[in-house]
């Protein structure tokens, strides 16, 4: 069964450090996202990404970050200066089509901020 | 900002019990899902609820749609150990946003 995958499994930086967290969406599918997990917190949605463009983006998603799909399979996230409380798990997740309801999520990438 | 609770957030059963979760959100709703999320592991899709009053069943889970779209809630029936997880609920403000408000979740853990 086609998956979501992620790398790495898990970051170690330095404060101030760039980061860039990579993720392979299911092939055939358009939408793209990406999610944070504080520990033992809730799922918080960062931005989702369309027709190669973002399409929303929550206010968490400031200046720091960016995403990009650099080429036909991969999905990545950048934040340019990490700070402590970037520390997180970190989902990238995908959906077929417009009118399918579900999306599926990859295994994470546990991003640790020193 | 739109806000979704989730209560309890923790709950302990003994194996074969039921167990609910409740979600509210702080504004109304288009759509709704739940997802499970194993210790350790990432967010698996269960369901969405469209309509106000929806109700839906998969095997011993059942899922409702408040009819003022604000609400909603998940009742498994005889838990098993392998219903162990956290659940969150997950809301949609409008049909053409992107954006899913994840709730606070419910971490059920089961006693054998």
């Known amino acids: 069964e086609p998956e979501v995958t992620q790398t790495p499994s898990h970051q170690v930086t330095q404060m101030g450090q760039e980061v860039i967290l990579r993720c392979v969406p299911i092939?055939?599918?358009?939408?793209f996202y990406w999610y944070r997990q504080i520990l033992g917190q809730k799922v918080e949605f960062l931005v989702s990404?369309?027709?190669?463009?973002?399409?929303?983006k929550s206010e968490i998603f400031d200046d720091q970050f960016s995403v990009e799909r650099p080429d036909g399979s991969n999905f990545t996230l950048k934040i340019r200066s990490t700070k402590l409380e970037d520390s997180a798990m970190y989902f990238c997740?995908?959906?077929?089509?417009?009118?399918?309801?579900?999306?599926?999520f990859g295994p994470g990438t546990r991003l640790t901020v020193l | 900002g739109q806000q979704v609770m989730q209560i309890p957030q923790y709950q302990h059963v003994q194996e074969g019990e039921d167990f609910t979760t409740y979600c509210n959100s702080s504004?109304?709703?288009?759509?709704i899902q739940w997802y499970k999320q194993r210790p350790g592991g990432h967010p698996v899709f269960l369901i969405q609820?469209?309509?106000?009053?929806e109700v839906k069943k998969q095997k011993r889970l059942t899922f409702q749609f408040g009819e003022a779209k604000k609400n909603s809630s998940l009742h498994i029936t005889a838990t098993q150990t392998t219903d162990v997880g956290t659940y969150f609920c997950?809301?949609?403000?409008?049909?053409?946003?992107?954006?899913?408000?994840f709730g606070t979740g419910t971490r059920l853990t089961i006693i054998p």
């Open positions: 504004t109304t709703l288009s759509n």
């Open positions: 997740a995908s959906r077929r089509i417009q009118q399918a309801d579900e999306q599926f």
């Open positions: 092939s055939n599918h358009l939408y």
């Open positions: 997950a809301g949609k403000s409008n049909f053409g946003n992107e954006k899913l408000t």
């Open positions: 609820l469209v309509k106000s009053g």
């Open positions: 990404f369309y027709n190669n463009e973002i399409s929303e």
